[in-house]
């Protein structure tokens, strides 16, 4: 069975007052995960090792930094690379958010260069993809997004690719409170995992895990993780409040 999976991404919000506040609000609400469920904390960088100091102790309950750099280490003033990263313990990253490929310019090669130098470090990526307004509108999102999985991630080997994470985020979802429909989420869910299929084989691309994000919240989270192909969710603004990313997690199949 692949792994349910809540993720949240702080994005760049919280001091590390508010984040520990945060952290001890959702340990106090009881979360309690099945064998086959993670809950997933992209933090910011500064406060990563002192998240996972109060995860101690619990199970199922991980960290992941929200980017690393495509380069292995050097004069790149302000980066961290996934060898610091994998030097601290940390074991998942989110890759190719829709913001950093706005805000940063990060193209499909580059992209496809983070996967694997976070490979290579022993990081499992998150890799996120999805389409933008004007896409959705000419109805060309699965190809689309198949280019997107196409470019970054189809060089890698089935291992690499073996219960591998997918981030499916609408970038029209995100922030606008405009979530996509059960359908939609499922209809797209369920063509990524074909096109894995078609490229690693069915028992392969039933192994990976396909979170959906955008808009996600305590109200919608079950019915969303509820469709087939949906195992979870990468959530932006509710992850801030504890009592909806608990309800959140607590909506995973
Ligand atoms: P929201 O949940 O705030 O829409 O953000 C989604 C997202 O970008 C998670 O990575």
Redesign the pocket.
């Known amino acids: 069975m692949r792994k349910q999976i809540a993720a949240a991404?702080w994005?760049m919000n919280l001091t590390l007052q508010q984040a520990e506040q945060l952290t001890d609000e959702l340990l106090a609400a009881g979360i309690s995960l099945k064998e086959d469920q993670l809950a997933i904390f992209g933090v910011p960088f500064p406060y990563i090792t002192k998240i996972r100091e109060k995860l101690e102790g619990t199970s199922r309950l991980y960290v992941a930094a929200q980017n690393c750099s495509a380069n292995k280490n050097g004069a790149y003033t302000g980066e961290v690379s996934a060898e610091m990263l994998n030097s601290i313990g940390l074991k998942y990253v989110i890759i190719g958010?829709?913001?950093r490929r706005e805000y940063n310019h990060e193209d499909n090669a580059l992209l496809a260069k983070k996967v694997d130098i976070a490979f290579e470090n022993g990081l499992q990526p998150i890799f996120?993809c999805g389409e933008p307004l004007q896409i959705r509108e000419t109805e060309t999102q699965n190809t689309y997004v198949e280019t997107q999985l196409n470019e970054s991630l189809f060089h890698l080997s089935a291992e690499q690719m073996k219960n591998f994470i997918i981030?499916y985020?609408p970038i029209w979802?995100?922030?606008?409170g405009r979530t996509a429909s059960n359908e939609q989420a499922q209809e797209m869910h369920a063509h990524i995992r074909q096109v894995l299929a078609s490229k690693y084989g069915a028992e392969i691309a039933d192994t990976v895990s396909i979170l959906y994000?955008?808009?996600?919240k305590a109200a919608n989270a079950k019915d969303i993780f509820g469709q087939p192909d949906v195992d979870g969710g990468?959530?932006?603004?509710?992850?801030l409040i504890a009592t909806e990313f608990a309800a959140i997690i607590a909506s995973l199949k």
């Open positions: 991404n994005k958010h829709s913001e996120c981030a985020e979802a995100i922030g606008t994000g955008g808009s996600v990468l959530v932006g603004g509710a992850s």
